[in-house]
Each structure stands twice: as C-alpha cells, then as structure tokens.
C-alpha cells in the first residue's frame, strides 16, 4: 500500500448563504488566496493519488479557478446538496475503485495545515483504524457534531447537534468535519447511509459509528489548536479566519528574522517571501508574489502588489503594483509605482512621482512631482521636478529615452518619442519635442520680456503696486517719502 492516500476528497457544494455573496463561498480569500485555495494546498500536502473537490452552488467559477490555480486536482459534480455523505459519494463516483486511506477535508476551513492532515493520517494507519475522526474541544460546541465516547473513552460516533440529546449536548469534543477513512470502510458505510435523522440529510458522520457497528477501529485524533478546525459561515468568521492566519504568517517571518513593527496593521500574504532583516512599518500590506530581500525597509503605510525589493531599499508611503525596486533604491513618500516600473541600484523615486513601463537606471533620480511611463532613464540621471514624460498622444503611447547622466530641468515636458542624449542637459519649462544630442543643451521656452512699470498703470493702488513702490523707493503726492525706509 502507497504511503499516500488513495484520495483526499475537499467538499465545497454547500451555498454559503450566510456570506450574501453573489461569489462561491470557497472563492472568498484571506491572506492572497481563496478559502478553496487553503484546503487544496492542505490536502495536495498529502501527496494524494487522487484530490477532488466537490463542486455544487457555484460550481463553473469554483472549477474555473480550481483549473487555473490548482491544475492537479479534478472536480466532481454535487448537483444537489443532500448531505456530506452524499457529497462524498458524489466524489468517490469519479475515481476508479479506491485502495487504502480516503481523507476528506472541507473547502472552507482554510487554517488547517497539511501537517495536521499528515498527523491525521499516522495516527490513522499507527492504530490500524477503520475510520479516524479530527477533533477539537471548544467552549461552545453548538451546531457542531459531538463525539459521543463509550465508559472507556473510546470513540462510538458523532451525533449532530440537531439530533443531540440534552446530555450530548453537553460534550464539548466536536466533529471537525475532517476524517480519515479506509476506502472499503468508506464505501460499505456510505451505501449504507440513511435520512433518518432531523435534517433528513445523508450524514458522513454515520459512516464513523457504522464502521465501529461492523466491529472496525474508530479513533479520534484530537487538535489542541481549534482555529485549524474552524469554518468560515460569514463575512464575521472570514475577518476572524484572515486575521489568525495574519498574526501566524507573522510570527512565522518574525522567527525568520523579519521586524514586524506593528502587528495588528501589517497584513502579509500567504505567497509573499521576505529576507532577513526586513523591517516593516506599521500600515504595511504585502500582497501576491512580492518579495523582498534582506534588509530593506517597507512603510510606514505601504502598499507591495506583485512587487520585487531589492536588499537594502527604503520604500515610504508607497503604492506598488508589478514594479521591480532594485537594491538600495529610494522610494517615497507618497510615489505610486505601476506594472513594468524597473528601479535599478541605487535609484530613486520620490514625493508625488508615478512611473510605469519605466527603468530608471542606477542612481538615477525622479525626486519630485513626475510622471515617468513608457521611458528609458539610464545611469546618473537627475530628473528635475514636475517634469513630465509625455507618452500619450491621445491615441497611442510612445517611447522615450534619456541617457546617462542626463540632466532635466524642472518641469520639462518631453513630447515622446524623443531622445536625450548622453550627458545632455534640459533648460527648466522647457517642452522638448525634438530628440537632443549628448551634450547639449536644450532650450525650449519662450524668452522672458518685462514691462516695466505694467502694475502702477494697470493696478494703480493695489497693494501689489504699493509694494512695488516702496520697493522702487518711490512715493505718492499724498505722503512724505519715508526717512527710515520701509515700516
Ligand atoms: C458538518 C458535520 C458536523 C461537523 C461540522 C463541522 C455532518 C452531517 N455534520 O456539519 O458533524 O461538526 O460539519 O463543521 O457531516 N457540503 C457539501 N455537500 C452537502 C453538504 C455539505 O459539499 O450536501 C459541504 C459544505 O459546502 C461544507 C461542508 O460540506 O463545506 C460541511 O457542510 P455543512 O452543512 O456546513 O456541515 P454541518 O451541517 O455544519
Ligand atoms: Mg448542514
């Protein structure tokens, strides 16, 4: 027999009414991944032969999704939910006819770890079990199963709360809904499965006290740590449910070597990889793929999507989505980084900048106040404020590149396409439309003229012309010139 499972069967058929979503339940996330996301990635730890997840309300989205993040695994079609053991017999309808331990899981329990799953499982095959039942003792048991033990502690079954006596009701061990079964022992008890109970449902549970009935081993393996055990019903438990993974994914990165200046408004995605000597500021949010390299420092107030930090670099009130920070970059506050923005060593993007589609070459800077899209900055290069790259002609968007060590003076607007060339220098309020060689400098504003006198003829007794006529050291018919200067 493999040391694997023959199968893990991950039911999902239910509706989620309690969520009022127009959304699947399972397809709800937490920490970057959906609630069926968790229990395939728990299950798929066990290196089943077979992992199917039943499929019911919802069923094209939830096997859409399931297609693209979790190729593996075969869906199996609950057309009407009349039960969990109709559910599971649903699945096992699909597969081939099964040898060894079944384990069935729920979609919507997404803190249990397929560690748990594997402790599941040996403690299963080490008691020579028929039919082996995950367990947790809460405080408030109602709605759940009970597991109802005989004098000598072993396990009998588990009645639902619904069909519980007064003194059932009383037990405080409850039915997690996961299981690990023996395949034959699965099968023989869901034939055998009936609608005699108060919700006139095929009950999983009643496959657990069948197996003990026909004279098999019924265990229980208990979990000290409930939250791995617990559903999500509602948008209430979906906030519980992200929060503890939260508090858990960060006291994991903690232990790595991460600061995690303030827990409580950090959140950080299952799927996000941080280096040694990472710090994160409060109101930090790491999202996706991103990762960031050791040493580098994120926040206050920052928000990483998809996002690559080099070692070393500083990332303050920032917006990212798609954008690659090189090592000992500079970025913030208040910079908003977009798909395709490359910051290379060094480099710096500061107060009100947007790049996207850009690289901005090592130690290069964009400190203030510009937009930077579908440009090429190379090395050195000193990006004056509010300069703006203009890369849309109102129909399409085209390219521009400056050289190394390129000066732009402030608030240039470069008409792209264009070219500045190597060690070229742009002249402040300039719009330049034509490419500039190395070198030079490029002048591109109209010349300044004064008319001198203007504000005493147009805005005669205005407090700008009384100003300018104390600054000229001139005086009106009515007051005498003034001995001590200004007062
Ligand atoms: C079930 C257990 C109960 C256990 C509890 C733990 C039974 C009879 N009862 O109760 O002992 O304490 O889980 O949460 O098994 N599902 C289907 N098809 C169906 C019915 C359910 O796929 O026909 C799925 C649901 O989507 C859900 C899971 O199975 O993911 C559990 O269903 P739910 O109705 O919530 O189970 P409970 O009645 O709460
Ligand atoms: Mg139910």
Partial sequence: ????????VVLAA??????????????????????????????????PEHLVVVVGHGRDRVTDHLAEIAPQVT???????????????CALATLPPLDGVVVVTYGDVPLLAGQTLAELVARHRADGNAATVLTARVTDPTGYGRIVRDSSGGVLGIVEHKDA????????????GIYAFDAAVLRAGLAGLTTHNAQ??????????????????????????AWQTEGVNDRVQLAAMRR???????????REGVTVVDPATTWVDVTVSLGRDVVLHPGTQLHGATTVAPGAQVGPDTTLVDTEVGEGASIVRTHAVEARIGPEAVVGPFTYLRPGAVLRRRAKAGAFVEIKSSTVGEGS????????????????????????????????????????????????????PVTVGDGAYTAAGSV????????????????????????????????????????????????????????
């Fill in 1 to 8: 027999m493999s040391e694997h499972p023959a199968a893990v």
């Fill in 14 to 47: 239910g509706e989620g009414t309690r969520m009022k979503s127009s959304i699947p339940k399972v397809l709800h996330e937490i920490g970057g991944r959906s609630l069926i996301g968790h229990a395939v990635q728990a299950a798929a730890a066990l290196e």
């Fill in 75 to 89: 869906t199996a079609v609950q057309d009407q939910q009349l039960g969990t053991g109709h559910a599971v017999s």
């Fill in 165 to 176: 006596d007064d003194s059932q009701r009383g037990i405080r061990e409850i039915n997690s």
């Fill in 200 to 225: 006139g449902e095929l009950y999983l549970t009643d496959v657990v006290g069948s197996a003990r009935t026909s004279g098999g081993r019924v265990g229980a393996f208990e979990t000290t740590d």
């Fill in 244 to 254: 503890e993974l939260n508090t858990r994914s960060l006291q994991r990165w903690m």
């Fill in 365 to 416: 800077k964009v400190p203030h106040l510009s937009y930077v899209g579908d440009a090429e900055i190379g090395s050195g290069a000193n990006i004056g404020a509010a300069t703006v790259v203009v890369n849309y002609d109102g129909q399409a968007k085209h390219r521009t590149v400056i050289g190394d060590q390129v000066r732009v003076g402030s608030d240039t607007m470069l008409i792209a």
């Fill in 432 to 487: 330049i439309t034509q490419d500039v060689p190395p070198g030079s400098m490029a002048v591109a504003r109209a010349r300044q003229r004064n008319v001198e006198g203007w504000v005493e003829r147009k805005r005669a007794g205005s407090p700008s012309a009384e100003a300018a006529r104390r600054a000229l050291g001139r005086h009106t018919d009515d007051q005498e010139p003034s001995q001590g200067g200004p007062q």
